[in-house]
């Protein structure tokens, strides 16, 4: 069946520093969206893209869905405290079946 | 704006006992999304409705069965509850099924003693 993975699982940042997730598909993705769960909290979607090669930016977050759409990633730059969470990728394959990633689990100390 | 609305928030159960998940999707919203995540995973799907179909099936255990009724609203039914059903369960509506973003509700925890 269809794989999404994510890495790194953890990661720990100071605040300032940059932090990039990457994720990736066993199978091509008609189009992936991007999650944001804080803790306690539910999914909160962030972006969606759909086109090969597509790169859409949301003030310090950056998301890219490769060339062969089977693989993102979401960048952020000068992360805050706020960024805390867990950042998920989810697709939809062409099967029409809807998969998380398991998650990159941000950490910001201050 | 409306959200997702989730009944109850916390549900706490005996094993062997059968409970009942509630979920209101936002107004004209026509597919609703049941996900189970466990603590410290990734959600995972369960079942879509898309206009009151099932429209896609996934880790759903056969103990489980879900519907979606005329006003949208869905409900999950889980019976023979066992210790490794506890977890965060969550309902997430979208207009159309597919390529729209999910909106989730905040969720009900179901403890399993």
């Known amino acids: 069946g269809q794989q999404v993975m994510q890495i790194p699982q953890y990661q720990h940042v100071q605040e300032g520093e940059d932090f990039t997730t990457y994720c990736n598909s066993s199978t091509t993705l008609s189009n992936i969206q991007w999650y944001k769960q804080r803790p306690g909290g539910h999914p909160v979607f962030l972006i969606q893209l759909v086109k090969s090669g597509e790169v859409k930016k949301q003030k310090r977050l950056t998301f890219q869905f490769g060339e062969a759409k089977k693989n993102s990633s979401l960048h952020i730059t000068a992360t805050q405290t706020t960024d805390v969470g867990t950042y998920f990728c989810a697709g939809w394959n062409y099967g029409q079946n809807f998969v998380f990633g398991p998650g990159t689990r941000l950490s910001v100390l201050p | 704006a409306a959200g997702v609305i989730q009944s109850p928030r916390h549900l706490i159960k005996e094993k062997r006992e059968t409970a009942t998940l509630k979920c209101y999707p936002i107004?004209?919203?026509?597919?609703v999304y049941w996900y189970q995540q466990g603590p410290g995973q990734d959600p995972q799907f369960l079942i879509s409705f898309y206009e009151k179909m099932q429209s896609d099936k996934g880790s759903i255990p056969d103990r489980f069965s879900a519907q979606q009724f005329s006003d949208y609203h869905s409900e999950l039914n889980m019976s023979s509850l066992e210790l490794g059903d506890s977890a965060l369960y969550f309902c997430?509506?979208?207009?159309?099924?597919?390529?729209?973003?999910?909106?989730f509700g905040p969720g009900t925890r179901l403890t399993v003693l």
């Open positions: 997430a509506s979208s207009l159309f099924q597919g390529f729209n973003e999910q909106f």
């Open positions: 107004p004209r919203h026509d597919t």
